[in-house]
């Protein structure tokens, strides 16, 4: 961002906002908040994560926070705090950021989320307005208002000021939903098709709409769980997209036709949209497998039939046995042989290996008895505290490091830098240049040239099947 670019667009005196949950979603909030000009304070509990950020050193990648995080650590806009409870009391906008994991029957876990809300509850010194950001099942506000309400006329607990009583101030919730993407998240912070506030009174409506004034896109009001419902029905709607043209990429094998110039051809009519509609391995990370079990998991709970949706589910599941049937297809037997594993993490630009598609991959490889030669430019240390090495898995420094002595490369995360590797210092290291891309990153034509043996998802064995169509040609 250009300095201060979107300052002086709030008095000094505003009081400071504070973000609970200083992961994926409240860092870059926290930062892009203090970016728009405002004092931001980032509190999360997790004392040796607040150390690093307070150090300038987020932990996890995220391309272009650690410069903000400097940025504002210095300009002061923005103060790291492990305690909540402080947290809570110095600021009057307060966005729940808060980890929503999924429990066993699919269903979301909102332990933390009630946890912050009682919190606030305990340390409601004056108006307060409790946002949530996380992803939450509908009517979660409600139950916030609730618990805020039972716990603000409570015992106090340890470290608390007695601030509460019976005569509690006045408080609001609202549903403000995050479509960040890893990886992408200041520039989805900085540049989002719109912005849903869910609110239930005029004072919630004013603040949130003059907080993203400056952000200059459509704001979407509505109540608080038509909110909720517009990001579970976003992740579930993107989801749906890839399980869609994963099912044509299959279909494209079978007759002959290119999966790429199918979603090209489809996507241009702008009622479907070019966007999520890559074919590959499937859809994975913290947010699409959790959040689509969840709604599956909500619509049970109210009697509503959304068997598409685990339709949805079902295929992205299969994507793992359908790609490791085209590794076996491309090297008959697995058993002993080493193979290369090019990316780990669930997407690029990101080190994220939560639901990572990677790690069912490698589960597959190992039953098969492979030796797995792996790489990522960013997800390594943290897949070796998750895979710690043996002599059937090892971690390189480089490309070109796991394809010593591979029998097939398996492109798994779409790196760029994956993109200009030299094919033909590759091919030389390899036992056999086999690739087979889960991606569908490369050109075929180009890496047969090269002279590999390649296997990708949805792609006949030559161009004759796709449109040759430029953008300037389909005007
Ligand atoms: C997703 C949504 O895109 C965000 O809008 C939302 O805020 C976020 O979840 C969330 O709920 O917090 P994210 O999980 O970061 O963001 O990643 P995406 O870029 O959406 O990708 C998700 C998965 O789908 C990845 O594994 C990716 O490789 C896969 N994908 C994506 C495909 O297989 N094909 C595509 O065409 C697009």
Redesign the pocket.
Known sequence: MNDDAFSNQVSPGDAPICVLGLGH?GLPTALGLAELGRRVIGADDDAAKVRLIRAGEPNFYEPGLTELLVKHLKSGRFEPLEDVAAAVRAGSIIFICVGTPQKANGQADLGQVEAVAQVVARNLNGYKLLIEKS?VPAITAQWLKRTIVRYSSGKPQPGDEPAHSSSAPAFDVASNP??????KALEDFFHPNRVVCGVESDRAREILTKLYAPLNCPIVVTNTSTAELIKHA??AF?SMK?SFINMVSDLCEKVGADVGAVARGIGLDNRIGPQ???A?I???????PK?LRAFIHLAEEHGVDFSLLQEVEHINQNRVERFVAKVRQALWNLGGKPLGLLGLA??AGTDDIREAVSLKVIEALREEGCILRLYDPQAMPLTQRLIPPTDKIIYCTSPYEVAQGAHALLLLTEWEEFRGLDLARLRNLMEVPVLVDGRNLFDPDTIRQAGFEYFSMGRPDTKSAGLHSTPAQTK
């Open positions: 979603i992803t995050e479509f960040l993407r890893e990886g976003a992740n993107l890839i999520f509609l890559d590959g499937g859809y994975g990370g913290y947010c699409f959040d669930f997407k």
